[in-house]
């Protein structure tokens, strides 16, 4: 597995564990952190979209 498909497997793993949060005690761990709608927080969603994008090629990866 290379480093960016490392990198990007991690920042699903983020994104996947704060929606969960969200969904089941309505807290938003990347607000939390960064701010609500910050330059930051945007970046992160930003960088979680597109590694999400980046994991359907995993899919198909042998």
Do not use: H, P, Q
């Amino acid at each position: 597995m290379k480093v960016i498909d490392k990198i990007a497997l991690v920042l699903i793993i983020i994104g996947a564990i704060n929606w969960g949060l969200i969904g089941l005690f309505n807290f938003n761990l990347v607000e939390m952190i960064f701010g609500n709608m910050t330059v930051l927080s945007r970046i992160i969603y930003g960088l979680v979209g597109l590694s999400g994008l980046w994991g359907i090629k995993l899919l198909f990866d042998d």
